[in-house]
Each structure stands twice: as structure tokens, then as C-alpha cells.
């Protein structure tokens, strides 16, 4: 059996034409300077760097599509992309996860509604050299690994950075708390992680599925040659299973979480504008082709015979 992925119809989470008309009622700030709008202007972005291969796409096309739109976007860890929001150095950024409450309070006392969405759900690759036997892993063992209760076999775990979506994601839905063992390393970009387990054969590396993914290859769904992705068996799962799309929607592949876009924005500008695009059809597609599966589309689930 072979789970396909039917899509029907377009659908947009906002239309850019109402967000427009939202800011054209005012375009000048007090101090009669211009403002950006939902499809023109300059702003800066910080994003999570795992999910940079992606950004990049969805930049291009927005820019190409709104020619007097300009958007610099910075890539770093998660914790780096709040610190932007809240300081003001950033008014848009895109993470994995919602704002937390404490985070809500201090935007809304600067009389600003905070906005959110869940834009798409993403896999979290575990990676290992081609001459590691390693290539099937339970979830009780992927706990193991990652607390370091494991006395199997000597794994060097790596991961981007120290203050990376990934390690909180292994620290609060992994290990629920337990620290990482001893010995951890922090390769500094996801790039450098693939690089470095391709070169080891005892080391297992944490990254986003965008990473291992080729948007330009759409008659397949393999990813990269240059390491092993390791299949996992969820807790109550029956199969070992890659972080394809359809598992990950479906839980079958069970290390998912959220991308979500946060926004600190007083009036419909660029940043509401682009954040909008992402919930587009047109966005939304990109993200598939980056492998994550797209939250804002209608997606309907069906068993297919392949003979």
C-alpha cells in the first residue's frame, strides 16, 4: 500500500488585496515618512536558519511578484529570532513554535496585536554515515541516544548550534527535560552537520528535513546521497518510516513539528503582506516542494495500490 497526497483548490489564509486595503488608510506615519505596505517597501526578517533553503525560494518568488518589494532576511538560531522580535530589530519572524504567554504580554502592552499561524509541519532528520548500521531506530532508542542511557554503541550526535531549534526541540519532546549527553557538538550550520556525518561513521546528525531535501527534483522523493536518513517506528507505530510529507501529516513518522510565522507588525505592512503569502496556495506549494508538509492547504489522504 502507498499513502498519495491528493490537493484540491487554492486557498489563501488572507488575501494581499484586503491587507492592502487594511494599510491604504494610512501609508504615512507621523513623521510623514512613507510606510511599507502589504507589497512594497523594505523591511528585515529573521528566520530560523534551519528553514533557510526555503526562505530563499519564497523570497524570490515574492520579490519577482512584487517588484517594489525588498525583504532581508537574516538566518539564525531560534532563540537569536525571538530576541529580534522583542527588540524590535525584526518585526516578523519565522520559528517553531508560537509565541509563549510571557512573550504575548510584553507585545501587548506595547499596543500591539501579536499575530501567529502554523504555515506547514516539518520532520526532523536524524542522519548517520553510510557505514553506520544504524539506519532503523525506534523511538525508545532515539530517547536513549539522546539522553545518553544508550550503552550500545558510541555515537558522536551533532547538531547546527547550541541555541537551534533542534536541540530544544530533542531537549523538551525527546528527552522531556533530561540534559544531552556529554560530548554533543554544535557544527555550526546545517550544511556543516550533513559535511561532517558524511565524513564519520560513528556520527548521527539532527537537522530539518529541508536540508536533505531537493525542491528541484520533483519526480522523486528520495533525499540526499551524500548520508543515510534514518527510518524511525513511532511508540505505537508498525512500520519504520522516513520523514516523507504523508507521515509526517499523519504521525506515522513521529519527530514533526510546527513552522509558524510570528508577527509584531502596528499596521498592515510588508511584513502582514508576506507572511500572507506564505499561507498562500502559491506559498504553500513552494513549502511542499521543500518537503515539509503545508498546513494551509486542503489535503485529502488516499490508499493507492501501486502494481
Known amino acids: 500500500m502507498f ?3 491528493i490537493r484540491h483548490g487554492r486557498i489563501a489564509t488572507i488575501l494581499l488585496a484586503a491587507t492592502a486595503l487594511l494599510a491604504s488608510c494610512g501609508q504615512a506615519n507621523t513623521s510623514g515618512e512613507e510606510r511599507d505596505t502589504p507589497t512594497s517597501g523594505t523591511i528585515r526578517i529573521s528566520v530560523d536558519e534551519t528553514y533557510r533553503p526555503l526562505m530563499e525560494a519564497e523570497i524570490k518568488v515574492f520579490e519577482s511578484l512584487y517588484k517594489k518589494a525588498h525583504i532581508i532576511a537574516e538566518y539564525k538560531p531560534e532563540a537569536d529570532c525571538f530576541k ?6 525584526s518585526r516578523l519572524i519565522f520559528v517553531t ?3 509563549n504567554e510571557k512573550e504575548t504580554g510584553y507585545i501587548k502592552e506595547k499596543k500591539i496585536a501579536p499575530q501567529s499561524m502554523l504555515l506547514a509541519w516539518d520532520g526532523v532528520a536524524l542522519i548517520t554515515n553510510h557505514s553506520n548500521p544504524d539506519t532503523i531506530l525506534t523511538m525508545d532508542q532515539v530517547r536513549k541516544i539522546m539522553d545518553g542511557t544508550d550503552s550500545t554503541q558510541k555515537r558522536q550526535i551533532v547538531f547546527d548550534n547550541q541555541n537551534s531549534s533542534t536541540v530544544r526541540y530533542v531537549l523538551d519532546s525527546i528527552n522531556k527535560g533530561k540534559p544531552l549527553p ?3 557538538m554544535a557544527a555550526k550550520t546545517n550544511p556543516e552537520v550533513i559535511d561532517y556525518v558524511a565524513k564519520l561513521k560513528n556520527a548521527i546528525g539532527v537537522v530539518g528535513v529541508s536540508w536533505i ?3 528541484n527534483d520533483s519526480a522523486s522523493i528520495e ?11 513511532a511508540d505505537y507505530g508498525s512500520e519504520f518510516v522516513k520523514p516523507y510529507q504523508a507521515y509526517i501529516a ?11 510565522f510570528c508577527l509584531k507588525e502596528p499596521y498592515g505592512g510588508l511584513g502582514s ?13 513552494i513549502i511542499s516542494k521543500f518537503r515539509l508538509f503545508p498546513a494551509r492547504l486542503n489535503v485529502v489522504f488516499r490508499e493507492a495500490n501501486i502494481r
Do not use: I, W
Open 250 to 260: 499523519l504521525g506515522s513518522y513521529p519527530l514533526k513539528r510546527g513552522l509558524f
Open 223 to 233: 533525499f540526499t546521497n551524500k548520508v543515510t536518513v534514518v527510518k524511525v517506528r
Open 97 to 99: 513554535r508560537d509565541f
Open 213 to 215: 531535501s531537493d525542491p
Open 182 to 184: 556529554s560530548g554533543v
Open 273 to 285: 503582506g508576506f507572511a500572507t503569502f506564505l499561507g498562500s496556495y502559491e506559498g504553500q506549494m
Open 84 to 89: 529580534d522580535l522583542l527588540n524590535d530589530s
Open 3 to 5: 499513502t498519495r497526497l
